[in-house]
């Protein structure tokens, strides 16, 4: 099994540029997630889903769009890229929610000028 | 929303010496996980605590559920430099309805 996948590792957007995030998990788990990570401030939610078709809103979603068509995956979309989007972000999956561990992919690291 | 409270946020010490970093939340929590993230890598799962007043260990790691479930410690006995990271808490209970709240996380440097 490969876990969770993301693509790309690294990524420079411009302010304004849109991109998606790609994220993949083998591991047939129902609740996936989106996190960006900045220095100090911990692993912060930014989506969630717990299944194929049901998406919801973390602590920091503006910004950002999810959908879930498949359980495999959970790509993250930035709309219009600002620098304060410039972090780190990790996608990760769980066999459920709350008491369940989070197996979390390698991140991309995000540049936005 | 739920918060979760980690100190401290960066910690040093010698090789061979002790290390400890603690979660304190102001809401009852059904469990807490803890986590530790290499540098440059990602988040791995280390334990999860369910029970007040749980203990568990794992080799040098003492992790510990407070009695009333709103605070955890994890304790590094004679740290190495393999110890090196982020250790985080992450807590699910109160009004985050399932979803892990993480603490800011405690970044620990190694001295030889």
């Known amino acids: 099994n490969a876990g969770v996948t993301q693509t790309p590792k690294f990524q420079v957007l411009k302010t304004g540029q849109s991109m998606t995030l790609q994220c993949a998990q083998d591991?047939?788990?129902?609740?996936m997630s989106w996190y960006r990570q900045d220095p100090g401030m911990g692993l912060r939610l930014i989506h969630y889903s717990v299944g194929a078709g049901i998406t919801d809103q973390g602590e920091v979603p503006n910004g950002y769009n999810v959908s879930r068509s498949t359980t495999e995956d959970f790509p993250l979309r930035l709309l219009s890229a600002a620098p304060s989007q410039t972090s780190v972000y990790f996608c990760a999956s769980s066999a459920g929610t709350g008491g369940y561990e989070q197996y979390f992919g390698p991140g991309t690291r995000l540049t936005v000028t | 929303g739920q918060q979760v409270m980690q100190i401290p946020q960066y910690q040093h010490v010698q090789e061979g010496e002790d290390f400890t970093t603690y979660c304190n939340s102001s809401?009852?929590?059904?469990?807490i996980q803890w986590y530790k993230q290499r540098p440059g890598g990602h988040p791995v799962f280390l334990i999860q605590l369910v029970k007040s007043g749980e203990v568990k260990k794992q080799k040098r790691l003492t992790f510990q559920f407070g009695e009333a479930k709103k605070n955890s410690s994890l304790h590094i006995t004679a740290t190495q430099t393999t110890d090196v990271g982020t250790y985080f808490c992450a807590a699910a209970g109160g009004t985050s309805y399932g979803k892990l709240t993480f603490g800011q996380g405690t970044i620990l440097t190694v001295h030889p």
């Open positions: 809401t009852t929590l059904s469990n």
């Open positions: 591991m047939n788990h129902e609740y």
